[in-house]
């Protein structure tokens, strides 16, 4: 079989005059993106800040004042109370408007001065396990320096490791640097995958598949004839996203921006085959999103978007392997923040690219079948 | 009213006719959340450490020793330079590097405190900070064990004791912080999916205007589009909350009664939302990509379910009360795994009212009164 470029042209010009007639469309595609991007990128914000606080103060002594106030100047916290009862920190501890409880007991003062141990409880909402978690340490962390100012204990004597922590690419540990690079990739995704998904499945609905098919066109240069113009939107959104991450929010672009450009292309390979696919599996529009979302949403949640992977158990890092956003994912992030080279992401770039030869590859081998 | 039946039975007829669809909606919910409860975890169980040893004695072999004595902490690689630290964080081997200057065996022989460098790879900083505190966690333990040995470090030392206790989430298990959230977001985006077809659909087909000449009314021909595919996601909601209980073993401890009219009305309000899409764009391919921005996006990333609500700026939380998923996701969690009662959630719920009914009005508004 031999391609015809003129043929192609002719799909991807027909395909381009549908996907824009709907004047809604350029909006959609072009706009969205990046309002998506500014809005996701604001909240996206995991450090653990404002933990509503609330102070249980049965000493009302200069101590347990102390230790209101200096845990309120801390960023992670917010100070919402000062009471005096346990029961009305439990009922906010329920009704959510205290997240950490403090509870400076009696005779707080006293024990310190007379340099005996005094039991502080700490009641932690551990609904957020992990915000919980560095929360509970937050505040064991301002309560050993407020004991270690008021009762003194000299430092031992001893030979021991003293721990100098140097933090690389995200000397901050800014967790909207790390979130960032993943919104790029799932607003990519979205948009095109959807694009291909019910780019054949919508000809099948009208009927227009059968003109099609009574045109000399092969089933190859339709698909491609139909993909080009979606990759060429991907690209423009690609460009677009990646331009408001480093200009809206700073986020440094390390990389080579000719790197991620290619690792965008190779990226879309597997996202339109993966919509093409779904497309030839479904007989409405309706089927292909819901086998585009079924593709979807594991790939953000599993994909190490959110969650770090090494957390996972096997199967489910297994499970991940599979999902191109998994890998494009990493890449991006390499790209962005360690400003990796080629050389690093070659193990990547190629599971990027083997997958996206084996998504297309069956998508097109099933559209062929279909309509011969 | 009378007029509600007909519509709702068509529709119902609809739905049965594509088994393929309604199994699908039934056993995607149940499928996403297997697989995300069980994969996603917030506890990080594994932490690839490089580590240079510029001293090679038996305190510095010692010191890796213990670092790696638990199950956590896995030495993935040995260097000579502290340089090659950087090429294993652009591998994505390993997120630290441990660097034991030379003269660490004499300086600690000597009951020096000797610095050690800590090198993290901050790229994902929810990690990294967890990551830090456990390896810094090991170190400080040697520190005291150390001074304990050498009797210069009291075993009760006096000041505050931080005594912390853990609520609602007692052994802090991040699923069941997920399962809660997820079930609001695996609902909405079917629901918003699914709805925002089937008015588009008889727009698209033209069927529309066999109904505009019957004598069924605008508010009649929506609630009997709406009501089957709330009947739907009460059955995926019931199957979610069975699964949770009895695979996850998370608790239901608040009323059953709060949490059903609750998901009740986030369902009606999530279908509204897809109704009322539906109406307004009339096309599925618009009212899809749509309803993905402001359905799917917002209910995973707006709603707290991933990001505290609390850390986002303003302007964004002010967003974030259009979002239902933000109600739902606050009660899920409060009837979850606390018994909050009716007052703690009442805003909640009235809100999720309010938005069902401005959807469900805005949806009628746009019924076309005559054919155009």
């Known amino acids: 079989v031999t391609l015809s470029a003129r043929r192609i042209r002719a799909v991807a010009q027909k395909e381009l005059r549908h996907l824009f007639r ?20 604001l909240a996206a914000n995991l450090d653990v800040q404002d933990v509503r606080l609330l102070v249980v103060d049965a000493d009302r002594s200069p101590v347990s004042r102390e230790i209101a106030a200096r845990l309120d100047a801390s960023p992670a916290f917010e100070l919402v109370d000062v009471v005096s009862s346990d029961a009305a920190a439990e009922a906010a501890l329920v009704d959510g408007s205290a997240e950490l409880v403090v509870v400076v007991p009696r005779g707080a003062q006293r024990g310190l001065a007379r340099r005996e141990p005094v039991d502080v409880p700490i009641l932690v909402d551990g609904t957020d396990t992990n915000r919980a978690l560095l929360a509970q340490s937050y505040a064991e962390r301002i309560l050993a320096r407020i004991s270690a100012e008021r009762a003194p204990v000299p430092a031992p004597p001893v030979g021991r490791p003293d721990v100098r922590v140097r933090v690389l690419y995200n000397p901050a540990l800014q967790s909207r640097w790390f979130m960032l690079p993943a919104i790029v990739v799932m607003v990519l995704a979205i948009v095109t995958m959807l694009l291909s998904a019910l780019a054949v499945v919508k000809e099948r609905e009208k009927g227009t598949i059968e003109q099609l098919s009574v045109t000399p066109i092969q089933p190859v240069e339709l698909i491609v004839g139909k993909l080009l113009p979606f990759a060429g939107v991907g690209l423009v959104v690609a460009l677009l996203v990646t331009g408001a991450a480093v200009g809206v929010f700073g986020l440094p672009l390390r990389g080579s921006v000719v790197v991620l450009v290619a690792m965008e292309l190779l990226f879309l390979l597997s996202t339109l085959g993966f919509g093409l696919l779904a497309s030839t599996l479904a007989r409405t529009q309706q089927q292909a999103m819901l086998a585009a979302m079924l593709v979807l949403l594991p790939s953000f949640l599993l994909g190490g978007l959110f969650y770090p992977i090494e957390n996972m158990p096997g199967w489910a890092r297994a499970l991940a ?19 990796a080279g080629f050389t690093s992401l070659a193990r990547e770039s190629a599971m990027l690219a083997l997958l996206g030869a084996v998504v297309l590859g069956t998508a097109m081998l099933r559209f062929r079948k279909r309509s011969a | 009213v009378r007029t509600v039946w007909p519509i709702l039975w068509k529709e119902a007829l609809h739905i049965a006719r594509d088994p393929r669809s309604l199994l699908a909606s039934l056993a995607l919910p149940l499928l996403l959340l297997v697989l ?48 090659a630290i950087e090429a294993h964080f652009e591998g994505r081997r390993a997120r630290l590097g441990l660097v034991i200057p030379p003269g660490y065996a004499a300086g600690t ?5 000797v610095p050690v460098q800590l090198l993290v790879d901050g790229t994902d900083a929810t990690f990294a900070g967890q990551a830090l505190g456990i390896v810094s966690g090991i170190v400080g333990d040697v520190t005291l064990r150390e001074a304990r040995a050498s009797g210069s470090a009291p075993d009760a030392a006096p000041g505050l004791v931080a005594r912390p206790r853990v609520w609602f989430n007692e052994a802090l298990d991040g699923t069941w912080f997920v399962v809660p959230g997820l079930i609001a977001v695996i609902v909405s985006v079917l629901a918003a999916m699914v709805t925002s077809q089937c008015v588009a659909r ?13 004598p069924v009314s605008g508010p009649a021909f929506m609630v009997g589009k709406l009501l089957p595919y709330v009947g739907i996601g009460m059955a995926q909601v019931l199957t979610v909350l069975l699964a949770s209980r009895f695979v996850f073993g998370v608790p239901i401890r608040g009323s059953l009664l709060l949490l059903g009219l609750g998901t009740l009305l986030y369902l009606t309000g999530s279908m509204a939302l897809g109704l009322m899409l539906s109406a307004v764009l009339r096309s599925q391919q618009v009212a899809l990509q749509v309803s993905i921005l402001v359905g799917m996006l917002p209910s995973l990333l707006l709603s707290g379910f991933i990001f505290p609500i609390h850390n986002m700026p303003t302007p964004l939380q002010a967003v974030t009360y259009v979002v239902p998923a933000r109600y739902f996701v606050a009660i899920a969690r409060a009837l979850f795994l606390k018994d909050a009662g009716l007052e703690a959630i009442a805003t909640q719920m009235v809100a999720m009212t309010v938005f069902a009914g401005v959807m469900l009005l805005v949806a009628v508004s746009r019924f076309p009164r005559r054919l155009a």
Request: aromatic share 6%; net charge negative; charged share 25%.
């Open chain 2, 202 to 214: 008889e727009f698209e087909q033209d069927t529309i205007e066999q109904i505009l000449v019957s």
């Open chain 1, 22 to 41: 709907d004047h809604r469309m350029r909006p959609i595609l072009f706009v969205a993106p990046v309002l998506q991007l500014i809005v996701l990128g």
């Open chain 2, 109 to 113: 022989a000597r009951g020096r405190a």
């Open chain 2, 36 to 83: 995300f409860g069980a994969a996603i975890r917030f506890d990080v169980t594994d932490v690839a450490v490089v580590v240079v040893d510029q001293d090679r004695s038996a305190a510095s072999r010692e010191l890796v020793a213990r670092l790696t004595a638990g199950d956590t902490v896995r030495v993935i690689a040995h260097e000579d330079d502290p340089e």
């Open chain 1, 321 to 339: 392997d599979l999902s191109p956003v998994r890998w494009f994912g990493v890449m991006v992030r390499a790209l962005f923040l360690q400003g």
